[in-house]
Nanobody
Framework: QVQLVESGGGSVQPGGSLRLSCTASGNIGSIYSMGWYRQGTENERELVASSTAGTDNYADSVKGRFTISRDYAKKMVHLQMNNLKPDDTGVYYC????????????????WGQGIQVTVSS
């Protein structure tokens, strides 16, 4: 079993900052990617930022404001969110694609429980 535990959400005024963190634990062979998705009022889960083999990818709406970083030794991923806007409000989910090594090596997707971010004046 693999667990992803998120922390750092909360409420902030427009223009403020928050930092999300996610820690992976459990039966982990190797981590292929880690990232963040969010689910807003439209109830669709969209990619915010991801980090795969040293390559970072961002949604256009957060480029220049959000920064993803990974601590490979601690199996953590962080999302520094600056200049937050009301449209950034939503539930943020940590995602990780993890490789399980063995006779039949395979890669599975895992999700955290979600953490609320609210941007409002």
């Amino acid at each position: 079993q693999v667990q992803l535990v998120e922390s750092g959400g909360g409420s902030v005024q427009p223009g403020g900052s928050l930092r999300l963190s996610c820690t992976a634990s459990g039966n982990i062979g190797s981590i292929y990617s880690m990232g963040w998705y969010r689910q807003g009022t439209e109830n669709e889960r969209e990619l915010v930022a991801s980090s795969t083999a040293g390559t970072d990818n961002y949604a256009d709406s957060v480029k220049g404001r959000f920064t993803i970083s990974r601590d490979y030794a601690k199996k953590m991923v962080h999302l520094q969110m600056n200049n937050l806007k009301p449209d950034d409000t939503g539930v943020y989910y940590c995602h990780s694609a993890i490789v399980h090594w063995g006779e039949l090596s395979h890669r599975d997707d895992y999700w955290g429980q979600g953490i609320q971010v609210t941007v409002s004046s």
